[in-house]
């Protein structure tokens, strides 16, 4: 537990020095080019906030149906996207008002944010466990992609049983698929 939070203040302090405008362009290029993301359908991406991979331009997608997190407790509920249609968390992100999506099956894809990555397709995130509780909770396998700098890419992170993993990292320069 120690290690996951002295790592977690080493990515938000490289993280701070990265140009994250120019990176988040590049890797959400890499990720339109990817079959999984050109397949999909509905999409649940995370609404980027402070220094992570900026994700506008993947919401504002309009031939595909973008659903976006919001928390409730210890779960997040899988919102349609809706430009203009936020409040403000207590963690200070713009969550959606709109109603919560009931049939979570029809999701192709979830994009996940990450803090760092390793090559096997763990992320170390903020530590609340919502997107591990979320992909647990799920009745059929989706693809898994996490959008990181290149520059948070590590060879292993330590994990606990519970850490979900995903099947593909974007940065900005190349894409990583997970090792077995």
Do not use: W
Request: with cysteine; proline share 4%.
């Amino acid at each position: 537990m120690q290690e996951k939070l002295l790592l977690r203040k080493k990515a938000k302090n490289i993280r701070s020095g990265l140009d994250i405008v120019s990176i988040s362009e590049k890797i959400v290029n890499n990720l339109f080019g990817l079959e999984c993301f050109i397949s999909a359908k509905n999409i649940f991406c995370y609404n980027s906030f402070g220094n992570e991979v900026i994700t506008q331009q993947i919401l504002n997608i309009a031939e595909k149906n973008i659903y976006i997190p919001r928390v409730r407790g210890d779960l997040m509920e899988v919102c349609p996207y809706e430009k203009g249609q936020f409040t403000v968390s207590s963690f200070g992100i713009y969550e959606p008002t709109g109603s919560p999506l009931k049939e979570l099956g029809v999701l192709d894809l979830i994009i996940m944010p990450a803090l760092m990555a390793d090559k096997k397709g763990y992320r170390l995130g903020y530590g609340k466990g919502y997107y591990d509780r979320f992909v647990a909770g799920l009745q059929k396998a989706v693809p898994k992609v996490i959008l990181i700098p290149q520059e948070l890419v590590v060879d292993e992170l330590p994990r606990d049983c519970f850490d979900c993993k995903s099947e593909i990292s974007v940065t900005q320069n190349r894409i990583l698929y997970s090792q077995l």
